[in-house]
């Protein structure tokens, strides 16, 4: 008789789960049962937010058994006893701390696996807490914990460290599949940067769902949905806050504690959206800091991973170990200097001129009392007013339907491994393919490939197109040069649009939350390859503020 076993480890019952365990083969144990998401769709139909109307929630592609089941045998054995011994010594702690901790031999990598793989289990099976975040993970992780060295002495600081990867990110051990039903059964090798962080000892602990082609999809559809990994949620508020996108997963995953770390991908504002919104830290680099091999894409003129952390600490060990000039992509250069100790050396602020935008300071109260406590530790403020007037040209839409175009049909003649199960070739073939089950495949439509077709830009036309986005991109930040400014102070994702056109860094650190609870984030904008002075002042003002706080729901 099939026992249907809703998770046991959300109510802290392993001694019954491990029962049915022994009575009953993996085949018949049911973790999760698919549920009518109705009510809640009905609740959010007059959200405020109209890209918060939601369609669904639940996937309708994804079974959650089959995510979790293959590591299910062992995180049950990690008792709740060892979980709450390890808590303190874990929870919102940075990587330096945890290495610390598995010197000393307070645990071991393969707990601190075991630790987040709880949290996973715990959060993401009762569908009453589900930010429906995580897609995939690594069936080799605890294997590949074990065989791992008692201590990090030696290592790159990112050795051992569990990472969650936003699914567009090329991993041999699971599916790539952009969250689209399409490359669901997508094989393919490591990215560029997920072969990085293996070689320098980081664990791939799993896959994260995001805005389905990273935003690049429908027009309307909101932040965080994909046909594969359903609507992700936002653990400061569920169907309250947006997600941001569309590296939602990354976000989400990141703020509940789920993994020390994720990367996720920006063209423009996918980091720094999700990051803001969910309260974490997320760096966009200057395009070509890391490469895009193996990465499914919009855009290889302004596309570019990027890594979302808890803490600045974290968020410069990240970006380092993903290091590295590759020869596959046209965009890669060498670095010129290590980022990984960038924490050991917070900006002196009485040297740092940051760019303040005068309507900001008026149009948002957080804002302001950032700015003050900056001023206030000694850093030299810079009043400038926004150009208002000023926008991107139009063409800049232009630059991302070709490239995808051409981009998705590269990547799919060099990266996809099983042709036979991933049988299209290009964005008309794709278009073809959801058309076959639309209310599954593309609920919200998917006016934006549409729109590619229809695009008959020449190459001749793409290059003058591209030389128009870079220039006015930075144009809009003439003031860094003209007052001689360190860096511009923008919130969230609100100019991530220039930074994109210029293929200028941008570092996003949370700076409070709204009375309504919703989180904020101070963008810091610097020059092209800034990004160790970005996360030297970035450490300063953490250090200074500590505004980051747990999502209430997540904290057990």
């Given at each position: 008789m099939r026992k249907y076993l809703h998770?046991?480890?959300a109510f802290l019952l392993f001694v019954g789960c491990k029962q049915e365990k022994e009575t009953t083969s993996s085949e018949e144990i049911i973790l999760w049962t698919p549920y009518n998401d109705s009510a809640e769709v009905a609740a959010n139909a007059d959200?405020?937010?109209q890209r918060m109307r939601y369609k669904f929630i639940q996937s309708k592609v994804l079974d959650k058994n089959e995510v979790f089941l293959p590591l299910y045998d062992e995180v049950s054995k990690f008792s709740e006893t060892q979980y709450e011994k390890m808590k303190p010594m874990v929870l919102e702690k940075d990587i330096r701390t945890l290495q610390a901790h598995i010197s000393k031999g307070d645990f071991t990598y393969e707990d601190l696996v075991l630790f987040y793989l709880h949290r996973i289990y715990k959060y993401e099976l009762p569908n009453t807490t589900t930010l429906n975040t995580i897609i995939a993970l690594n069936p080799n992780v605890l294997e590949e914990a074990r065989a791992l060295e008692p201590n990090a002495n030696g290592h790159h600081p990112i050795y051992g460290m569990p990472i969650l990867l936003k699914d567009n990110i090329g991993t041999s051990e699971m599916k790539t599949t952009a969250g689209a039903v399409v490359l669901?059964?997508?094989?393919?090798?490591?990215?560029?940067?997920t072969k990085r962080l293996k070689e320098k000892g980081a664990l791939i602990l799993g896959k994260v769902n995001l805005s389905e082609w990273a935003n690049y999809l429908c027009v309307e559809c909101p932040n965080g949905q994909s046909a594969v990994g359903g609507q992700t949620l936002n653990p400061y508020g569920r169907r309250v806050f947006d997600t941001?996108?569309?590296?939602?997963?990354?976000?989400?995953?990141?703020?509940?504690n789920y993994a020390v770390a994720a990367v996720g991908t920006e063209t423009s504002g996918s980091i720094l959206s999700p990051s803001s919104s969910n309260s974490v830290v997320g760096l966009k680099p200057t395009i070509g800091l890391l490469s895009r091999t193996g990465i499914v894409p919009i855009s290889s003129t302004l596309d570019t991973p990027g890594p979302m952390t808890k803490n600045v600490t974290d968020n410069a060990i990240l970006l380092d170990a993903m290091l590295g000039k590759d020869e596959a992509d046209f965009k890669s250069v060498a670095p010129e200097a290590e980022v990984a100790s960038a924490w050991k050396n917070p900006a002196t602020l009485s040297e740092i001129r940051l760019g303040v935008m005068k309507n900001l300071l008026e149009r948002d109260s957080l804002y302001a009392a950032n700015v003050e406590i900056l001023r206030n530790a000694g850093a030299q403020i810079v009043m400038y007013e926004k150009m208002d007037d000023y926008h991107l040209p139009s063409t800049f839409v232009t630059l991302l339907e070709v490239d995808m175009k051409n981009d998705?049909?590269?990547?799919?003649?060099?990266?996809?491994?099983n042709k036979d199960m991933v049988k299209v070739t290009s964005v008309a073939d794709v278009v073809e393919f959801n058309k076959q089950d639309s209310l599954v495949r593309i609920p919200y439509g998917q006016a934006q490939f549409e729109s590619i077709i229809e695009d008959t830009t020449t190459e001749e036309r793409l290059l003058r197109i591209k030389e128009d986005v870079l220039i006015t991109g930075r144009g809009f930040f003439d003031p860094m040069q003209e007052l001689n400014l360190d860096v511009v102070l923008s919130i969230n994702n609100y100019h991530a649009g220039f930074a994109a056109a210029a293929e200028y860094p941008a570092l996003t650190i949370p700076m409070g939350y709204m009375p309504t609870g919703q989180p904020e984030g101070l963008t810091f904008i610097g020059k092209p390859f800034s990004e160790e002075l970005l996360l030297q002042i970035g450490k300063s003002f953490e250090d200074l503020t500590k505004a980051r706080k747990l999502p209430e729901g997540y904290v057990d």
């Amino acid at each position: 008789m099939r026992k249907y076993l809703h998770f046991c480890l959300a109510f802290l019952l392993f001694v019954g789960c491990k029962q049915e365990k022994e009575t009953t083969s993996s085949e018949e144990i049911i973790l999760w049962t698919p549920y009518n998401d109705s009510a809640e769709v009905a609740a959010n139909a007059d959200h405020e937010y109209q890209r918060m109307r939601y369609k669904f929630i639940q996937s309708k592609v994804l079974d959650k058994n089959e995510v979790f089941l293959p590591l299910y045998d062992e995180v049950s054995k990690f008792s709740e006893t060892q979980y709450e011994k390890m808590k303190p010594m874990v929870l919102e702690k940075d990587i330096r701390t945890l290495q610390a901790h598995i010197s000393k031999g307070d645990f071991t990598y393969e707990d601190l696996v075991l630790f987040y793989l709880h949290r996973i289990y715990k959060y993401e099976l009762p569908n009453t807490t589900t930010l429906n975040t995580i897609i995939a993970l690594n069936p080799n992780v605890l294997e590949e914990a074990r065989a791992l060295e008692p201590n990090a002495n030696g290592h790159h600081p990112i050795y051992g460290m569990p990472i969650l990867l936003k699914d567009n990110i090329g991993t041999s051990e699971m599916k790539t599949t952009a969250g689209a039903v399409v490359l669901k059964d997508n094989q393919t090798e490591d990215a560029f940067i997920t072969k990085r962080l293996k070689e320098k000892g980081a664990l791939i602990l799993g896959k994260v769902n995001l805005s389905e082609w990273a935003n690049y999809l429908c027009v309307e559809c909101p932040n965080g949905q994909s046909a594969v990994g359903g609507q992700t949620l936002n653990p400061y508020g569920r169907r309250v806050f947006d997600t941001g996108g569309s590296s939602a997963g990354s976000g989400t995953s990141t703020a509940a504690n789920y993994a020390v770390a994720a990367v996720g991908t920006e063209t423009s504002g996918s980091i720094l959206s999700p990051s803001s919104s969910n309260s974490v830290v997320g760096l966009k680099p200057t395009i070509g800091l890391l490469s895009r091999t193996g990465i499914v894409p919009i855009s290889s003129t302004l596309d570019t991973p990027g890594p979302m952390t808890k803490n600045v600490t974290d968020n410069a060990i990240l970006l380092d170990a993903m290091l590295g000039k590759d020869e596959a992509d046209f965009k890669s250069v060498a670095p010129e200097a290590e980022v990984a100790s960038a924490w050991k050396n917070p900006a002196t602020l009485s040297e740092i001129r940051l760019g303040v935008m005068k309507n900001l300071l008026e149009r948002d109260s957080l804002y302001a009392a950032n700015v003050e406590i900056l001023r206030n530790a000694g850093a030299q403020i810079v009043m400038y007013e926004k150009m208002d007037d000023y926008h991107l040209p139009s063409t800049f839409v232009t630059l991302l339907e070709v490239d995808m175009k051409n981009d998705l049909k590269r990547y799919l003649q060099e990266q996809v491994k099983n042709k036979d199960m991933v049988k299209v070739t290009s964005v008309a073939d794709v278009v073809e393919f959801n058309k076959q089950d639309s209310l599954v495949r593309i609920p919200y439509g998917q006016a934006q490939f549409e729109s590619i077709i229809e695009d008959t830009t020449t190459e001749e036309r793409l290059l003058r197109i591209k030389e128009d986005v870079l220039i006015t991109g930075r144009g809009f930040f003439d003031p860094m040069q003209e007052l001689n400014l360190d860096v511009v102070l923008s919130i969230n994702n609100y100019h991530a649009g220039f930074a994109a056109a210029a293929e200028y860094p941008a570092l996003t650190i949370p700076m409070g939350y709204m009375p309504t609870g919703q989180p904020e984030g101070l963008t810091f904008i610097g020059k092209p390859f800034s990004e160790e002075l970005l996360l030297q002042i970035g450490k300063s003002f953490e250090d200074l503020t500590k505004a980051r706080k747990l999502p209430e729901g997540y904290v057990d």
